[in-house]
T-cell receptor
Framework: NAGVMQNPRHLVRRRGQEARLRCSPMKGHSHVYWYRQLPEEGLKFMVYLQKENIIDESGMPKERFSAEFPKEGPSILRIQQVVRGDSAAYFC???????????????FGAGTRLSVL | KQEVTQIPAALSVPEGENLVLNCSFTDSAIYNLQWFRQDPGKGLTSLLLIQSSQREQTSGRLNASLDKSSGRSTLYIAASQPGDSATYLCAVGSNTGKLIFGQGTTLQVKP
């Protein structure tokens, strides 16, 4: 059972380009979370998605950032018109559907390191 | 607003020492608390998950405790080894699923 897969591992973009980060959750997991780790800072929650639904996007910047988790395929975090301040490590985590009385562990991918030139 | 703080920010110990990493949180109404390990340039590995109704969890040389009333958790590492060198992150889970992380404690265990 493969773990959470993120690709690409490293992504270089020039200012103004678009960045697309992909996350394939663990098999059987229907919940996906995106976090961002800025240089010298801790991880910050961005968005929580279930299949075809955004559950909590309270950590997403108001502009240029969007996320989706379609019925088929990976979850995508999309950053339009990237700026240097978007340079960070972006981590995806997944968890199985909540089971009554069980609090689920989030399993993290290795991350995508975005560098904006 | 929940805030998570980890002390110390960095720690260096000789091999074989027992050590304690501290985590505090401002809102005691938590869903769970997780301890993670992060190696440089890598992702996060979950070490221990403590449910809100529990007081501690153990895995091998690791023991994590939770005191919700005082807003504190500790991670105890017994007989530290150079391979334990990494950044340790504490994260508080909310009922919406998201995790709120501390800044981490970077541990160096010297041979």
């Amino acid at each position: 059972n493969a773990g959470v897969m993120q690709n690409p591992r490293h992504l270089v973009r020039r200012r103004g380009q678009e960045a697309r980060l992909r996350c394939s959750p663990m098999k059987g997991h229907s919940h996906v979370y995106w976090y961002r780790q800025l240089p010298e800072e801790g991880l910050k929650f961005m968005v929580y998605l279930q299949k075809e639904n955004i559950i909590d996007e309270s950590g997403m910047p108001k502009e240029r950032f969007s996320a989706e988790f379609p019925k088929e395929g990976p979850s995508i975090l999309r950053i339009q018109q990237v700026v240097r301040g978007d340079s960070a490590a972006y981590f995806c985590a997944s968890s199985p559907p909540p089971a009554q009385g069980v609090e689920n562990i989030q399993y993290f991918g290795a991350g995508t390191r975005l560098s904006v030139l | 607003k929940q805030e998570v703080t980890q002390i110390p920010a960095a720690l260096s110990v000789p091999e074989g020492e027992n050590l304690v990493l501290n985590c505090s949180f401002t809102d005691s109404a938590i869903y769970n608390l997780q301890w993670f390990r992060q190696d440089p340039g890598k992702g996060l590995t979950s070490l221990l998950l403590i449910q809100s109704s529990q007081r501690e969890q153990t895995s091998g040389r690791l023991n994590a405790s939770l005191d919700k009333s005082s807003g504190r958790s500790t991670l105890y590492i017994a007989a530290s080894q150079p391979g334990d060198s990494a950044t340790y992150l504490c994260a508080v889970g909310s009922n919406t699923g998201k995790l709120i992380f501390g800044q981490g404690t970077t541990l160096q265990v010297k041979p």
